[in-house]
């Protein structure tokens, strides 16, 4: 059994250090680097494709809102045009720098609100789609089960992985609770536990002890979460217990 373990990174920008990028890179296998709006920025770009190439890791774009200050977490009330702009926008400027090291974009995972609204908005979701068919044709969408993205990925042709969580909380109906900042890690092992199951079984227990059926083609965990190097280095040695390999999205 294979499964993509992907993180968001490039995610520091000029004097402000954020996340583990060195420390995750190690474990992961598809690298989902920010484009300058909601963080990160010209200098961290580069440098998150150079670190990524050198651990063969592949790489995506996570385009978000223009809310640096909110961490494009804030919702915004943006066109369709706006939103289609801002993909092309942040895709394309990591295009380049991907295109620097002889790389390609693997996929494009939005950011934050962005995601979470294009989730549940057809509008939103094929205004995202649209933008990244006129950047490539190759390009894989990393997106939640039964979403609006996924549904207009199917009409448009463009592939979706469906993704969760390990560092999040899911809903009965296979979504995550949006957080600002991840709660910090009480217990690893069992947390590697529930990601192994999520694989393996497509379960995952929702805040209330439900049972929630899940899809787990991509696995995601924040670089950001207090504990994440702990966590990761948990997580993959459960998957090597339980003979799951990692290996980026376009292998499956």
């Known amino acids: 059994m294979k499964v993509d373990l992907n993180c968001d990174m490039g995610e520091s920008f000029g004097l402000y250090q954020l996340g583990n990028d060195e420390e995750m890179i190690k474990y992961i296998s598809s690298a989902n680097i920010a484009c300058g709006y909601h963080a990160g920025d010209p200098h961290v770009m580069r440098k998150t494709v150079q670190l990524a ?42 295009r380049e720098f991907a295109a620097y090291y002889q790389m390609e974009l693997q996929h494009c995972k939005p950011h934050g609100a962005l995601f979470m609204m294009a989730m549940d908005d057809e509008k939103l979701a094929r ?7 006129r950047v490539s044709d190759k390009m894989i969408v990393f997106a939640l089960q039964n979403s609006a993205v996924e ?37 690893y092992e069992e947390m590697a536990k529930r990601v192994v199951r999520m694989v393996k079984e497509g379960i995952v227990l929702t805040p209330d002890g439900e049972e929630a059926r899940v899809h787990a083609e991509t696995v995601c965990i924040h670089g950001d979460t207090p504990g994440a190097p702990v966590l990761i280095k948990h997580i993959y040695e459960a998957f090597r217990e339980a003979d799951i390999t990692v290996a980026p999205i376009k292998a499956g």
């Open 53 to 94: 190439k050198e651990y063969d890791v592949a790489i995506g774009a996570h385009p978000g809102f223009p809310d640096m200050m909110g961490f494009g977490r804030r919702y915004m009330t943006c066109t369709p045009d706006e939103i289609r702009d801002y993909i092309l926008y942040q895709v394309g400027a990591l």
């Open 151 to 187: 549904e207009v990925g199917k009409q448009l042709g463009i592939r979706v992985a469906r993704e969760v969580y390990a560092d999040r909380e899911h809903t009965i109906d296979g979504s995550i609770v949006l957080t600002r900042t991840g709660k910090a890690i009480q217990n």
């Open 127 to 133: 205004a995202i789609l649209e933008g990244l068919a």
